[in-house]
Nanobody, 127 residues
Framework: QVQLVESGGGSVQAGGSLRLSCAAS????????MGWFRQAPGKEREFVAA????????NYVDSVKGRFSISRDNAKNTVYLQMNSLKPEDTAVYYC????????????????????WGQGTQVTVSS
């Protein structure tokens, strides 16, 4: 069973950058589509970014397009979320997730499509 651990969260001022990492153990991430989700206080968890298991396809929520970038390093069994030009509304707990279905090469955007989840890392952006 895959275990995911996020890191790289923290507190930054608006306009700053952070890079989140999601490291996997107990499985090889190269066979999983990966995604990042976030949950702000008082709000439901929402999709942020996803990458197909091949790495060839990505998907982003409109609010982060042009600012966030998802990537994967299969040799390191790690997925990244580079976050630039951060805004206060990006403040949330960020979760990474892994989807085991490799029948299709897609960047999955729905929570129910993911099988494994990390515990989350807090990102706080101050104005």
């Amino acid at each position: 069973q895959v275990q995911l651990v996020e890191s790289g969260g923290g507190s930054v001022q608006a306009g700053g950058s952070l890079r989140l990492s999601c490291a996997a153990s107990g499985g090889t991430l190269s066979r999983y589509a990966m995604g990042w989700f976030r949950q702000a206080p008082g709000k439901e968890r929402e999709f942020v970014a996803a990458i197909s298991w091949t790495g060839g396809r990505t998907n982003y929520v409109d609010s982060v397009k042009g600012r966030f970038s998802i990537s994967r390093d299969n040799a390191k069994n790690t997925v990244y979320l580079q976050m630039n030009s951060l805004k206060p509304e990006d403040t949330a707990v960020y979760y990474c997730a892994a989807a085991a279905d490799t029948r299709y090469i897609v960047a999955r955007t729905r929570e129910y499509e993911y099988d494994y989840w990390g515990q989350g890392t807090q990102v706080t952006v101050s104005s």
